[in-house]
T-cell receptor
Framework: NAGVTQTPKFRILKIGQSMTLQCAQD?????MYWYRQDPGMGLKLIYY???????DKGEVPNGYNVSRSTTEDFPLRLELAAPSQTSVYFC??????????????FGDGTRLSIL | AQTVTQSQPEMSVQEAETVTLSCTYD???????LFWYKQPPSRQMILVIR??????QNATENRFSVNFQKAAKSFSLKISDSQLGDAAMYFC??????????????FGKGTKLSVIP
């Protein structure tokens, strides 16, 4: 099992460019998440999805968009890259969480720099 | 909103010794879950241990154990017989049982653990 796979691992963008961060999981998890990790900080939730066709905002959604057309894939879109979006992005997935202690399983992260 | 505080930005331990990492959290909820994640230099987030708030018994996973004090809102991680491979950033995380917060892990800022040979 590959678990949660993120691509690319590194990327440099110019201000105003757009890109999509890819995330795929092969564990048949219902839930998927996108987090960002700024230097010296813990992770903060950007968006999450509880199933195909269903997404919702997390703590820091501004400047991002997501879609969930399949159970396996949860891409994150940056439309107009800004320096404040320089960060490490983590995708995660889990089984249904409510009333369980199910952990979230993380990908290896994408380091994104906006110059 | 819940907050998670890790008051030790950095810690060090001699190989084979024991170290305790601190975590406190602020919540008005009675049902929730707590986690410790390890992030080595490879950047991968690895689950170390988890605890349900309704369980009084402290969780253990091999050399890792927690001291969960619900009334004090404290959730410390003890690493016994420290190994070089334990060197990493350690994050404490909180998740609500109900509502929108049940989908979100709230992380502390982390503690960087160094293991001295």
């Amino acid at each position: 099992n590959a678990g949660v796979t993120q691509t690319p691992k590194f990327r440099i963008l110019k201000i105003g460019q757009s890109m999509t961060l890819q995330c795929a999981q092969d564990m048949n998890h219902n839930y998927m998440y996108w987090y960002r990790q700024d230097p010296g900080m813990g992770l903060k939730l950007i968006y999450y999805s509880v199933g195909a066709g269903i997404t919702d905002k997390g703590e820091v959604p501004n400047g991002y968009n997501v879609s969930r057309s399949t159970t396996e894939d949860f891409p994150l879109r940056l439309e107009l890259a800004a320096p404040s979006q320089t960060s490490v992005y983590f995708c995660a997935s889990s089984y249904r969480l409510k009333n369980t202690n199910q952990p979230q399983h993380f990908g290896d992260g994408t380091r994104l720099s906006i110059l | 909103a819940q907050t998670v505080t890790q008051s030790q930005p950095e810690m060090s331990v001699q190989e084979a010794e024991t170290v305790t990492l601190s975590c406190t959290y602020d919540t008005s909820e009675s049902d929730y879950y707590l986690f410790w994640y390890k992030q080595p230099p490879s950047r991968q987030m690895i689950l170390v241990i988890r605890q349900e708030a309704y369980k009084q018994q402290n969780a253990t996973e091999n050399r890792f154990s927690v001291n969960f004090q619900k009334a004090a809102k404290s959730f410390s991680l003890k690493i016994s017989d420290s190994q070089l491979g334990d060197a990493a950033m350690y994050f404490c995380a909180y998740r609500s049982e109900k509502g929108a917060g049940s989908y979100q892990l709230t992380f502390g800022k982390g503690t960087k653990l160094s293991v001295i040979p």
